[in-house]
Each structure stands twice: as C-alpha cells, then as structure tokens.
C-alpha cells in the first residue's frame, strides 16, 4: 500500500496533534515494509539502575503503531489504540537509544493491527515485543 504521509511530513504532525511528546521521538525509516523510530535517551526516560523503563517502551511502541497507522490513512488524528500486550525481555543498554521497528500486519476499514520489536541501538537482541491494534475514525 503507498504511503499517504512522509517521515518529513509525520514529524510536524506529531508536534500538531502530540505537542507534549516534542523532542522524545524521531523517524529513521518510514516506507511501505517497515517504520524504524527512535527513543532519545534522555534522563526522563530512565527507571532505578540507569535503564529505559517500561512505560518509556511503551510510549516509544504505541507511537510507532500509531505512525505507521497514519503513514498509510492519512491526517486523522483521532485514531486510538484499543489494545497492546507488550513483553519486556531483556534490559535495554544504558544509555543508548531505543530504537522500534514497526510492521502494519493488517490495515483493514475500522482497525489497524501492528507489531513491534524494541532494540537498544547497537544491540541486535531485541528488549520488546508489543503487538498494537489502533481503532479508526469512519470515513466520511
């Protein structure tokens, strides 16, 4: 499916309908196969021991679901996520990025179905797995 919306275009929208997660996030890759986002490490992220906490993970995987969503719908904002399961499976590096990669398994006319993986950047073991599904406004 081609895209409706590009990483140049994504990012301005985020600000517009996100404003308080400003900074937090940027796009690497944004194509038809895959969406490669990014956590910046910042300390706001962190829990005790120096590592990125879970709900920092999490924001950072339903951020991505919700961008590959809109990469292929278009500027409809009210979109919501309606479900996540996320399992946390290792510790992410201290101090690195946290980065996403993001598949749209299913694009259908009321749900989006997404999966993600969460990676420290230099790391190939993977510190997450999230399975996503986004609600869509109707088409009028």
Known sequence: MALKMTAEEMAPFLDEVFPQVRGMFGIDRLDEDLLVM??????????PGGTVSG?????LADVAAYVATMARIGRQALAVTTNCSIDFM?????GADVLVQCRVLKLGR?????????FSEGDDKPVARASLTYSLPPVT
């Not at 990014?38 to 829990?47: I, K």
């Not at 709900?55 to 924001?59: L, Q, R, T």
């Not at 290792?90 to 201290?94: G, Q």
Request: glycine share 4%.
């Open 55 to 59: 709900p920092a993970m999490f924001g």
């Open 90 to 94: 290792r510790k992410p590096v201290a």
């Open 38 to 47: 990014r956590l910046y490490q910042n300390e706001r992220h962190l829990r």
């Open 110 to 118: 009321s749900l989006s179905v997404c999966d993600c993986l969460l």
